[in-house]
């Protein structure tokens, strides 16, 4: 049987909505359409990274011996490799993809033994993968996973996840796992404190926001401009929601941080966010210095994007910190 793309989109954590493109495939989108059309108003370079599928996956409990994903991938950030990882029963089992977007087409096909089992297909953080079809065998059942948590991760290009090639092992997939949360991810590649792609009629109430930028301001802005919209970006972000729990995460270790720009020294940028984060009720600061070993081996350019190994850093510290106020 065939999946509609009604059926498919109710199968998804960390998509908003789902559009249908012109050959049948179905996106699945982790941004609005006010927030979109805002980016394409202001950084048509932030609009396409929108169409990436970070903390986007597939995720069903099914008696099925076997299932088939096909897919088209398209270009959503500065990088061209692209992969899937698939898990059953909480076991990775596939990583297919690819190191470049050239005839990025194809399905992912798996065999499952006997019985009622998870699956997770988690979609790339990097890049814009649409599901021409989605087929079960006639007969078998299929429903989804039910989360105990919404994330509301928010961020730059380390949120969306660059650098990991394994999907699931960026720092946001692995907070949502740790937490058995369903996650909106609005990591943009480059992205600064920017209080306009905030929608305050999101249909999503988070119990837990984690915000991570600062490190983008730091190296190309003033510090009256960071400290500007770093201040109103966390106040409109406790006003739209006054009750959830919200983690601003300083800017993680930078192998040029000592290197002095027009926002003055690395401590500086530091400052600005904490300052920000504290001048609004309940938020609690985490200190981004510890998040990562500071080696240039745990990053994938060595100075400042975690690779997979450093994001398993990332996520367990991270948790760590986050954990004593989760009550």
Known sequence: MKLTAKEIFALSHGALRYEEQADGAVRLC???????????????????????????????DTDADEFTVGYTVSKASSRSFFYFDIFVDGVMVAHP?????ENAVGELSLELPAGTHRVAIYLPNLACADITHMTFPDGATFKPVEKSLKLYALGDSITQGYDAEYPSQSYA???????????????????IFNPGMLDAAMDFAPDIITVAYGTNDWSTRTAEDFKR??????????????????????????????NETK????????????????????????????????????????????NDFGFKFYAEALFDAMKPHLG
């Open 30 to 60: 982790r941004f609005t359409e006010k927030t979109v059309g805002f980016y394409e108003a202001t950084n048509q370079n932030f609009a396409t990274k929108t169409k990436a599928g970070a903390c986007i996956r597939l995720e069903f």
């Open 263 to 306: 926002a003055g020294c690395f401590e500086n940028a530091v400052r600005i966010v904490t300052e920000a984060a504290l001048a609004q009720p309940g938020v609690v600061v985490i200190d981004g210095d510890k998040m990562i070993p500071h080696l240039a081996a745990v990053c994938s350019d060595a100075y400042l994007h975690p």
């Open 229 to 258: 919209d770093a201040d109103e970006y966390y106040r409109l972000l406790r006003v739209t929601y006054p009750t959830a729990k919200i983690f601003a995460i300083t800017p993680i270790w930078r192998a040029d941080k000592s």
């Open 97 to 101: 993809g690819q190191d470049n977007l």
């Open 173 to 191: 997939n692995l907070l949502t796992d740790k937490l058995n949360a369903t996650a909106i991810n609005h990591g943009i590649g480059g992205e």
